[in-house]
């Protein structure tokens, strides 16, 4: 019993517009695309000031971008204050400047989707020409909204095991099921199951399934498969999710339902990756189980091990086209299911037994249609004859005895 399924993921990622007019239609698409996206990415905000507290005002920012090097550049306003917005998912390099004083240069920021990151450089007097480089990543705490929530970051994801055919359904990996692993997620039988339910988040009620679903910040589901998780991984494979947010009060008025899931698309760099991969499960690998063994297969006189084999193969690839500038990243994902049939006795009834006649069986049955005649010759009460007997009748193995059933209900 084969079942298959195939999923193909591509993605194109401009990062600014190209005055190139034969690109200029292949781009089309992904630009539009792009600018639909604002809503999956992340920002960074804060306030510069000096040593002595006060804010310094007109001063750059440059959030560079590790993977792809492209670079967002702001200035602070008169209150010092400044927003390195939309970022795309990703690790980032900020570099801080002003006149009089000494540059500096913060590593290891994390931008996650739908997060706003706090960064709040402090500058000290000197030549610009200084640099002072902070290793410790700032702080991941989020103080400018109430959202509650939480993000797996792709090193997370990549490293948790994930099984095939999971709650009991032959089906591939899929990348909803760490949604269980977040904070404020709970699962929930009562509509559907785990592979078509979102789960229960706070507020939701007992019900569940009612959590939007989003790609990239766009919503991925219609209206009458809100909550359902199979809009997500029948159509994109694991490995081509970077990171997932899961927000479950306090989320911003742009996203709709009884909490947000928004999983985040992997994107190309300056360099070229990928990876081949195949997951399987057979016959020969797997455990008897408990009934198993107990099972003779009628064909070869002895108990067989149940066949099944299931296969889960692809390939991802990304990479620059242009670099600091445009890159891809495509991922095909096959899945093949296929499994024997469970050998088991089936018995084929006598001549006599197609005439009515169960005698021969060893097992007690009853004719319902001879209560009548039964009852009528019985001392004990209603009664029923055994198939094959009557009144009196010799038929059988207990010759000159009737075989009833007498005081018993039916």
């Given at each position: 019993m084969p079942n298959d399924f195939e999923q193909i993921t591509v993605l194109c990622c401009p990062q600014r517009r190209v005055a190139l007019v034969a690109a200029f239609a292949v781009l089309l698409c992904c630009l539009a695309s792009a600018f639909a996206q604002l809503g999956g990415?992340?920002?960074?905000?804060?306030?510069?000031?000096?040593?002595?507290?006060?804010?310094?005002?007109?001063?750059?920012?440059?959030?560079?971008?590790?993977?792809?090097?492209?670079?967002?550049?702001?200035?602070?306003?008169?209150?010092?204050?400044?927003?390195?917005?939309?970022?795309?998912?990703?690790?980032?390099?900020?570099?801080?400047?002003?006149?009089?004083?000494?540059t500096e240069t913060q590593i290891d920021v994390h931008v996650?989707?739908?997060?706003?990151?706090?960064?709040?450089?402090?500058?000290?007097?000197?030549?610009?020409?200084?640099?002072?480089?902070?290793?410790?990543?700032?702080?991941?705490?989020?103080t400018s909204n109430a959202t509650l929530g939480a993000t797996m970051e792709n090193d997370m994801y990549s490293a948790l095991p994930l099984q095939m055919g999971g709650y009991g359904q032959p089906d591939q990996r899929r990348a909803t099921d760490f949604a269980y692993l977040m904070p404020g997620v709970q699962g929930n039988e009562t509509n559907g199951n785990a592979t078509t339910n979102t789960g229960v988040v706070n507020g939701s009620g007992s019900r569940g399934a009612a959590t939007a679903v989003y790609i990239d910040g766009v919503p991925f589901t219609q209206v009458s498969g809100e909550g359902d998780p199979r809009f997500v991984w029948t159509a994109i494979s694991v490995d081509a999710v970077n990171q997932f947010q899961v927000e479950t009060s306090g989320y911003s008025p742009l996203y709709e339902g009884q909490g947000v899931q928004n999983y985040t698309i992997k994107q190309g760099g300056n360099k070229f990756h990928g990876s081949i991969y195949d997951y399987f499960r057979n016959t020969a690998l797997d455990t008897w189980g408990f009934f198993a063994p107990g099972n003779v297969n009628p064909a070869v006189g002895h108990a067989t091990k149940p066949e099944e084999h299931q296969n889960e193969y692809g390939i991802t690839l990304s990479g620059p086209i242009w670099k600091n500038?445009?890159?891809?990243?495509?991922?095909?994902?096959?899945?093949?299911?296929?499994?024997?049939?469970?050998?088991?006795?089936?018995?084929?009834?006598?001549?006599?037994?197609?005439?009515?006649?169960?005698?021969?069986?060893?097992?007690?049955?009853?004719?319902?249609s001879t209560q009548a005649a039964c009852t009528a010759n019985s001392t004990n009460g209603p009664c029923r004859y055994q198939y094959g007997y009557s009144a009196g009748s010799a038929t059988g193995r207990k010759s000159g005895a009737d075989r009833c059933q007498e005081r018993h209900p039916w």
């Open positions: 990415k992340g920002e960074v905000k804060g306030t510069v000031k000096d040593a002595m507290g006060a804010v310094v005002p007109n001063a750059t920012l440059t959030a560079t971008e590790n993977s792809t090097g492209v670079h967002v550049v702001r200035k602070t306003n008169s209150a010092g204050d400044y927003d390195l917005s939309p970022l795309d998912p990703g690790i980032y390099t900020i570099v801080v400047t002003a006149a009089g004083f000494e996650n989707a739908l997060e706003i990151e706090d960064y709040n450089p402090v500058l000290r007097v000197g030549a610009a020409t200084e640099n002072i480089t902070v290793t410790s990543a700032p702080p991941m705490l989020e500038k445009i890159f891809f990243f495509g991922s095909y994902d096959g899945y093949r299911f296929s499994h024997g049939p469970t050998p088991a006795y089936q018995t084929a009834p006598t001549v006599a037994e197609m005439n009515g006649d169960f005698s021969a069986l060893g097992v007690n049955i009853y004719d319902p």
